[in-house]
T-cell receptor
Framework: LAKTTQPISMDSYEGQEVNITCSHN???????ITWYQQFPSQGPRFIIQ???TKVTNEVASLFIPADRKSSTLSLPRVSLSDTAVYYC?????????????FGSGTRLQVQP | ETGVTQTPRHLVMGMTNKKSLKCEQH?????MYWYKQSAKKPLELMFV???????ENNSVPSRFSPECPNSSHLFLHLHTLQPEDSALYLC??????????????FGEGSRLTVL
């Protein structure tokens, strides 16, 4: 499984756009990039997933450059409730028999 | 509500007790997982079941014993645990559709305290 590197923590203010970048230099051809959000004492929650270029949903955008060695999760206009840990995962679950490995994540603190 | 329900949400047990954690998914998924999350540590994968067959066991001590009677239910049987086993235990499920791109659906977790 490809190893990921992301900042340990980030701080932001309400209403700002937050970009969290994840490095995955050893990403394989079949690997997808998935981001999860986790609040304290809860299970992680899927945010967005992509393979290349840009993906956008109602919550976030995911930017993936052509070489796919990194990705950036973009959260528009964050609020206090976006304070959480964000995990970047890379892998191919291949018929569901291999689960993704979670790294340390990025702890985002949103201030008023 | 993620469609994955874990019970109990909180459990306190002594080192000589035997207890079980239960997970049920209502999503029609075929793969289920147990993860462990200790304080200030990343999630650690413990077990993976696909179509009720255990396909991965990440060197978990034998005091943790998983059981998957069908694709909707997953248990984690606990016996003679140690205080360092205190953690949040998370169950997850995913579709098993041949080209699974990795979306895991997690339950709320069971907070275990071993005295």
């Amino acid at each position: 499984l490809a190893k990921t590197t992301q900042p340990i923590s980030m701080d932001s203010y309400e209403g700002q756009e937050v970009n969290i970048t994840c490095s995955h230099n050893n990403i394989a051809t079949n690997d997808y990039i998935t981001w999860y959000q986790q609040f304290p004492s809860q299970g992680p929650r899927f945010i967005i997933q992509g393979y290349k270029t840009k993906v956008t949903n109602e919550v976030a955008s995911l930017f993936i450059p052509a070489d796919r060695k990194s990705s950036t999760l973009s959260l528009p206009r964050v609020s206090l409730s976006d304070t959480a840990v964000y995990y970047c995962l890379v892998g191919d679950m291949d018929t569901g028999r291999r689960a993704l490995t979670f790294g340390s994540g990025t702890r985002l603190q949103v201030q008023p | 509500e993620t469609g994955v329900t874990q019970t109990p949400r909180h459990l306190v047990m002594g080192m000589t007790n035997k207890k079980s954690l239960k997970c049920e998914q209502h999503l029609g998924h075929n793969a289920m997982y147990w993860y462990k999350q200790s304080a200030k540590k990343p999630l650690e994968l413990m077990f993976v079941y696909s179509l009720e067959e255990r396909v991965e066991n990440n060197s978990v001590p034998s005091r943790f014993s998983p059981e998957c009677p069908n694709s909707s239910h997953l248990f984690l049987h606990l016996h003679t645990l140690q205080p360092e086993d205190s953690a949040l235990y998370l169950c997850a499920s995913s579709p098993d559709r041949g080209r699974n791109t990795g979306e895991l659906f997690f339950g709320e977790g069971s907070r275990l305290t071993v005295l």
